[in-house]
């Protein structure tokens, strides 16, 4: 019951929201549904309720991990879009790049989206069953893409175009890898097609036709996922769609594939394939981490910039995970911290695009002094994203290396290392500047309202959610603990 | 009979590979969806369960008009009679054809198949499925990439039939419904597409890049 209300509520909202007229109402609808979902999270995740429609649906501690995270990024993005909403409104705009004018969408159809895109990420976790969670997978493509179409010009039609594309021709080839499993369990006797059925009778699967599977899904969710070479559509579309899309794109959507892949490579590794999943996900990992990082060096936009170091986030995800052990288990915990701070700097870069109109690092200078708390966002969010020691980020990126070290994966922790601290170094040159430097005598954003960018609502849910990164680096709550270890125990992986 | 029926969702492969021709892409991949969805009931000698029936009938329905109908909505007003210049050319698409055709083949002697599988059946299922990809990459109308999606969605339905006993008739609807809501969704951005820039050729789309 609980648990179909939790897919319940965001459903309900979004058919509200094309109902009600007025904004005003509308908008506090958003926030009543963010924070029923809020709440709802944390009393499944607290009672625990017991699978239902047969198994399908189900929340255990993997479930009740990339939940909460979903609920706390949507409830930070639903006050944001309060305010930007409000200051965006439906007029028509003059582009800040190319100076055409253009118009947005209508914001009963922003928000219906955006509460639809919350429901299916939920269905998505929550799925136990393979087809229902290729279904609700594609659905989220399908509610999303109309939230990166938001500003009405060509860039961002371009984006919301290669998206589509890009993830439903990806998502399709893991279809056809949720075909190649049912073939494979052919010889199995009756078998229900759930993650856990799946794993108790991992054995008497064909072995040749899981890895065509593994393999297909990794490339078909891969794709959602923003792994290198298949991230295409991400930077794109992440430096396109209103700043809250692209928080809520990058930490709770992109987790949702990684999840999709993490329950495939569960089966894989009760049925003795572990290793042949292990060596793919290491390799897609490390390549998306150097490809990452060679597009960070000298980044000119400061969102693609962002977008680019999501790629490189989920490198680390998959390589946590195809190191397995320990690994596994601080790649999880780095989902949570990856998810938290890359939410709260999109929020603070959507700020410093209001107060500076313009995406280029090169032309927004001085964020301290001219946005001081956007600023200080800026530059906690960059030490915390880099891995710097109070955060969260800190403590995950560390598990994984010494995951890698103690599996005897000594060359996998040198090139490792060596890409964070490459891509720490580029980041500063590109990132503190920013925040630091000569602020511009008058900001070009700065005729009408001197500042724009520093109301309660656009400031406070960056705030809160690096607070609680910072917070998970001193700290891990017992019950979070607790969570960890039997998530990672669902993949073969280890919590310290 | 099945197979009579395998084989010319095969030849729609080839028009769609080898025609400049919007509309009788159109008409290729609709007929080949409206062939596949008949396939289940066909095997079965027209005496299927209602689990069968409300499949076929949804996917034939879908497939064979809803869709192809949406995208002719969607390209009203665009000129997109032809698809004058593809990225890989007519005659060239045919000989890839051949080449996509021999590793399906290929493909589906080294996979060790159910018994009781009609034999041509995964053989054009992946061909169906490479063809469809190799329409997306090659052409550039959004219609004609669209197309391409709908034949690989062809492609993944076929193979799924082979053992379409093991699917859930949810799980089944659902996926029709997700293809009906990719290719809503694609005609209103093609629609866009067509406004913002009067031509619907993804060429176009080249302002996003590092």
């Given at each position: 019951m609980l648990t179909a209300l939790l897919i319940g509520i965001p459903l309900a909202g979004a058919a509200l929201a094309l109902a009600i007229r007025a904004d005003g109402a509308r908008r506090v609808l958003l926030i009543g549904a963010a924070a029923g979902h809020a709440a709802l999270t944390g009393l499944v995740c607290a009672r625990r309720p017991g699978p239902i429609a047969g198994g399908w649906l189900g929340a255990g501690d993997l479930e009740c991990l990339f939940l909460a995270i979903t609920s706390a990024l949507f409830v930070a993005a639903a006050v944001y879009a309060v305010g930007y909403l409000r200051r965006e409104g439906a007029t028509t705009h003059a582009d800040i790049e190319e100076g055409m004018l253009f118009r947005n969408a209508p914001e009963a159809v922003f928000t219906?989206?955006?509460?639809?895109?919350?429901?299916?990420?939920?269905?998505?976790?929550?799925?136990?069953?393979?087809?229902?969670?290729?279904?609700?997978?594609?659905?989220?493509?399908?509610?999303?893409?109309?939230?990166?179409?938001?500003h009405r010009h060509h860039r961002s039609l371009e984006a919301t175009w290669k998206y589509l594309v890009v993830c439903s021709v990806g998502i399709a080839l893991a279809l056809l890898g949720n075909f190649f499993v049912v073939v494979a369990a052919e010889g199995a006797g009756p078998l229900a097609m759930t993650f856990p059925?799946?794993?108790?009778?991992?054995?008497?699967?064909?072995?040749?036709?899981?890895?065509?599977?593994?393999?297909?899904?990794?490339?078909?969710?891969?794709?959602?996922?923003?792994?290198?070479?298949?991230?295409?559509?991400?930077?794109?579309?992440?430096?396109?769609?209103?700043?809250?899309?692209?928080?809520?794109?990058?930490?709770?959507?992109?987790?949702?594939?990684?999840?999709?892949?993490?329950?495939?490579?569960?089966v894989c590794v009760a049925a003795g394939l572990g290793g042949f999943a292990r060596e793919m996900l290491i390799a897609l990992g490390l390549v998306s981490m150097g490809l990452a990082a060679t597009f960070i060096i000298a980044q000119p936009d400061y969102k693609r910039l962002l977008a680019y170091s999501s790629v490189e986030h989920m490198g680390i995800l998959s390589l946590g995970v195809g190191l397995g052990g320990v690994a596994a288990g601080g790649a999880l915990f780095h989902a949570v911290n990856h998810s938290l701070v890359k939410a709260a700097l999109f929020l603070a870069a959507g700020n410093l695009l209001a107060a500076y109109r313009t995406k280029q690092a090169a032309q927004t200078r001085g964020a301290l002094r001219l946005a001081p708390w956007t600023g200080f966002v800026w530059i906690a969010g960059f030490l915390a994203i880099t891995g710097a020691p109070p955060f969260g980020t800190f403590v995950s990126e560390l598990t994984i290396l010494r995951g890698a070290v103690e599996g005897g994966h000594v060359a996998v922790a040198a090139v490792y290392l060596l890409l964070l601290s490459v891509i720490f170094?580029?980041?500063?040159?590109?990132?503190?500047?920013?925040?630091?430097?000569?602020?511009?005598?008058?900001?070009?954003?700065?005729?009408?309202?001197?500042?724009?960018?520093?109301?309660?609502?656009?400031i406070l849910p960056s705030l809160a959610l690096l607070a609680v990164a910072l917070a998970l680096g001193c700290w891990i709550p017992g019950w979070l603990a607790g969570t960890l270890r039997g998530a990672a125990q669902t993949v073969g992986g280890l919590w310290p | 009979m099945t197979d009579i029926l395998i084989l010319l969702a095969f030849l729609t492969n080839l028009k769609l590979l080898g025609s400049s021709r919007m509309y009788a892409c159109l008409q290729a991949t609709a007929a080949q969806g409206v062939l596949l969805a008949a396939l289940p009931v066909v095997a079965e000698g027209g005496m299927a369960d209602t689990r069968l029936m409300v499949t076929a009938l949804a996917s034939g329905l879908l497939k064979g008009a809803l869709l192809p109908w949406l995208l002719l909505r969607a390209v009203r007003g665009a000129d997109v009679r032809r698809e004058l210049e593809p990225l890989v050319g007519y005659t060239l698409s045919l000989i890839a054809g051949a080449g996509m055709l021999a590793v399906s083949v290929w493909l589906a002697w080294r996979l060790p198949l159910p018994a009781g599988t009609p034999a041509l059946l995964v053989p054009v299922a992946f061909f169906t499925l490479m063809v469809g990809l190799f329409v997306i990459i090659a052409r550039r109308k959004a219609a004609t990439q669209v197309l391409g999606y709908l034949a690989m969605e062809n492609g993944i339905y076929a193979f799924g039939l082979a053992l379409a006993h093991r699917e859930p008739l949810v799980v089944?609807?659902?996926?029709?419904?997700?293809?009906?809501?990719?290719v809503f969704v694609m005609g209103i951005t093609i629609h866009h597409i067509n406004r913002e820039f009067d031509s619907i050729d993804t060429g176009r789309l080249s302002a996003l890049k590092d």
């Open positions: 219906a989206c955006l509460l639809l895109f919350l429901g299916a990420m939920t269905l998505t976790i929550l799925s136990r069953h393979l087809g229902l969670l290729w279904v609700a997978m594609e659905a989220t493509t399908l509610a999303s893409a109309p939230l990166i179409f938001f059925a799946l794993t108790a009778r991992a054995a008497a699967l064909q072995p040749v036709w899981l890895k065509a599977a593994m393999a297909l899904m990794v490339v078909g969710y891969g794709t959602k996922m923003g792994l290198a070479p298949l991230h295409t559509w991400l930077p794109d579309a992440h430096s396109e769609s209103p700043s809250l899309v692209s928080a809520l794109l990058s930490g709770a959507l992109l987790n949702c594939a990684f999840l999709a892949i993490l329950r495939m490579t569960g170094v580029a980041m500063a040159a590109q990132v503190l500047p920013m925040a630091w430097g000569e602020a511009p005598e008058t900001a070009p954003g700065a005729d009408g309202d001197s500042r724009p960018a520093e109301a309660a609502s656009a | 089944e609807l659902g996926i029709l419904l997700d293809v009906f809501a990719a």
